[in-house]
Nanobody, 125 residues
């Protein structure tokens, strides 16, 4: 059974940092694309970062580029999202996703087969 479990969400002040963790079981993350999405109340789920399978290629949305970093520890089968210079607009539930569908853009939730349950990040002024 495939499981993705996120952790690390918290309430922080603007300008602060957080590191989110996504631990996988029943699935080898380095062989598929992994991504972090977020969803704020009343908004659609949006992709923020992705790491391409079997490579070091990383992709970021314009809203987080330069502030967030996605990384992976293959030995631990874990993906991280390091977030810095956090803004109130970053407040959302953050989800880890894994999978691959040829021809589907990395920004699309439909590219990924498996999802975690989400972890809340709240950034206050």
């Amino acid at each position: 059974q495939v499981q993705l479990v996120e952790s690390g969400g918290a309430s922080v002040q603007a300008g602060g940092s957080l590191r989110l963790t996504c631990a996988a079981s029943g699935y080898t993350l380095k062989t598929v694309d992994v991504a972090w999405f977020r969803q704020a109340p009343g908004k659609e789920r949006e992709a923020v970062a992705s790491m391409v399978h079997n490579s070091s290629l990383t992709l970021y949305s314009d809203s987080v580029k330069g502030r967030f970093t996605i990384s992976q520890d293959s030995a631990k089968n874990t993906v991280y999202l390091q977030m810095s210079s956090l803004k109130p607009d970053d407040t959302a539930v953050y989800y880890c996703a894994a999978g691959y569908k040829f021809g589907v853009p990395w920004l699309s939730p439909g590219r990924y087969d498996y999802w975690g349950q989400g972890t809340q990040v709240t950034v206050s002024v």
